[in-house]
């Protein structure tokens, strides 16, 4: 938490620290030493005095920290990961390699408009939905796998940004390794993939360098009537 009353001191003496809560506190309040890297924040508003900040942290998963905006003290109030059944022991690199990872990485997410679910990517190309209607407990709610397999028969597209249509809460854009996908969350405990659009370079069809890789999804104004 920042004090931004004045503009002009950030200038001067950068940005004032009112509250703050260490990766050590977080891992003690989770009881692991697993977190390392977060990716991504996101707050949510209840209305009654409190800011719920969902972060996910690529070594750990998802973890939700409660803030009492009277005093800025921050509560860690829930730890969630997610293991995804295709890779019990890790994601599997090759035959006879897997990753150390025992669950699926997180790296970007977005909140639904109406503040009830989590849309979240994965390094391992898995698109996640988690129900925040209770902001304290988020719940799994549905999955599904993003692209193609390459010539060893193993997953090779990671997810990057994501970003809901501005015009259209059911629709979310997906950035990739392989190009741009479309889902449909309007049912978020089934959702679908309806478009892909695959990026290519002018090298050579069926090398690496061929295909290209979306890293940020920018939406577009809301349509005014």
């Known amino acids: 938490k920042y004090n931004a009353s004045s503009y002009a001191s950030w200038i001067t003496e950068g940005l004032d620290t009112v509250s703050r809560k260490s990766i050590q506190e977080i891992e003690s309040d989770l009881s692991t030493t697993e977190l390392g890297d977060i990716r991504d924040v996101r707050s949510y508003d209840d209305g009654a005095g409190n800011i719920y900040l969902y972060c996910v942290d690529i070594y750990y998963g ?3 920290l409660k803030v009492d905006i009277s005093t800025y003290a921050m509560t860690t109030v829930a730890g969630v990961k997610y293991d995804h059944p295709d890779w019990p022991i890790g994601r599997k690199l090759s035959e006879t390699r897997n990753t150390t990872f025992e669950y699926s990485r997180m790296r970007e997410m977005q909140i639904s408009n109406d503040g009830n679910y989590l849309y979240i990517t994965t390094v391992e190309g898995i698109f996640l939905v988690y129900d925040i209607t209770t902001k304290t407990a988020p719940v ?4 599904i796998t993003l692209g193609d397999f390459n010539s060893s028969g193993l997953r090779s597209t990671q997810l990057y940004d994501l970003n809901i249509d501005p015009n259209n809460n059911d629709l979310v854009y997906v950035a990739s ?9 309007s049912n978020p405990n089934e959702i679908l993939q309806i478009g892909h659009l695959p990026l290519y370079s ?4 069926g090398t690496q360098e061929r295909s290209l890789g979306v890293y940020s999804v920018v939406p577009k104004k809301p349509t005014r009537s």
Do not use: E, H, N, R
């Open 140 to 143: 799994f709610a549905s999955q």
């Open 62 to 64: 998802l973890v939700v």
């Open 202 to 205: 002018g090298a050579t069809p």
């Open 177 to 185: 390794s392989y190009g741009l996908y479309i889902m449909d969350v």
